[in-house]
């Protein structure tokens, strides 16, 4: 019997007090009011146990955290037709990085880096009838919770700083990869990064991939053969230039976001997430990446 709850606040005590060299997301203004000092872990066993520790029940912005549940949507909708329009190959480069874009013609190198999502983003634009409200909702359907909701302020802090979004977006729609308006897309794209959640919520958002495509209520929102695919590229893809490393330390598939939260999980047996909000060089999780590797080593619960 693994003894997860003390296996959580060892890890919690061993990273807390070190010195914390990442820096909170500053680039989205808005960001930046969080403290560095917040640290909270979440574990949801597929049995439906529960375990946490820290600051695990206090909401954050999940970011591109967001990218992953808007691909299940897109999936849904519009089945293998996605991958014409947008590839699943890691790029080995940062998550608003363009020259790949416009090298490969304006398909995104995957779904996760910020070209790829805003693909995903025009995708539920054209085919959902109240896109924000029809997403929102599908969020708080797979997570069985009502209390999650956009963050405005954080939105509109991404709008009129996102330079870099309207930079992909443009070539997106200039190569012909882009069917509704530039504003409309990151419009939406915007709203879903400011999505709020704590980590709780997040292990019952990511139930769907531990449990064959079933959601924490049994409801089966994929099929297997979509939950392989979404965990393989959530594996390759997840942390941009950093997925290689995630692999190495952590073994699990799993996405993070530039609010600090980092969500992973072992197929059959567990989804865990961490929040703490400053991010290393390459925009990961500091604290988040060492928790998780020290949980999978105490535990030896990877898929490797
Ligand atoms: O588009 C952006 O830059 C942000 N809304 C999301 C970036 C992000 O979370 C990258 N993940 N680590």
């Known amino acids: 019997m693994v003894e997860y709850q003390t296996i959580l606040e060892e890890i919690h005590e061993s990273l807390k007090n070190v010195e914390n060299t990442g820096e909170v997301a500053s680039y989205i203004p808005e960001l930046a009011n969080v403290s560095k000092d ?24 999940i970011q591109s955290i967001s990218k992953v549940l808007s691909l299940v949507k897109a999936f849904q909708l519009i089945g293998n037709d996605l991958w014409e329009r947008v590839d699943v190959e890691p790029s080995g480069n940062p998550f608003n990085h363009l020259s790949l874009l416009e090298l490969e013609n304006g398909i995104p ?48 802090s991404e709008r009129v700083t996102g330079f870099n979004n309207y930079a992909a977006a443009n070539l997106l729609k200039a190569y012909g990869n882009l069917n509704n308006k530039v504003e409309d897309v990151l419009d939406f794209y915007f709203h879903q990064c400011s999505i709020m959640m704590d ?25 297997p053969s979509q939950v392989k695919r979404i965990n393989a590229i959530m594996l390759t893809c997840g942390f941009y230039d ?35 909000p400053a991010l290393n060089p390459k925009g990961n999780s500091y604290l988040g990446m060492q928790a998780l590797e020290q949980f999978t080593t105490k535990t030896k619960l990877s898929i490797f």
């Open 242 to 276: 950093e997925a290689g490393e995630f692999a190495f330390e952590v073994g699990l598939p799993g996405k993070s976001g530039v609010g600090g939260g980092i969500v992973a999980l072992l197929p059959h047996c567990y989804t865990i997430a961490t929040w703490a």
């Open 199 to 223: 980590c709780r919520q997040l292990t019952n958002a990511f139930f769907v991939f531990a449990n064959k495509g079933k959601c924490i209520k049994e409801v089966q929102h994929l099929t």
């Open 109 to 156: 190198r995957n779904p996760l880096i910020n070209s790829g999502a805003i693909v995903i983003a025009d995708v539920l634009l054209s085919h959902l009838k109240n896109p924000k409200e029809d997403f929102l909702n599908f969020v708080r359907e797979l997570t069985h919770d009502e209390s999650i909701h956009y963050n405005e302020k954080i939105a509109e």
């Open 38 to 61: 917040k640290f909270g872990i979440h574990l949801q066993l597929i049995t439906g146990e529960n375990f946490a520790v820290g600051d695990a029940s206090e909401k954050f912005s």
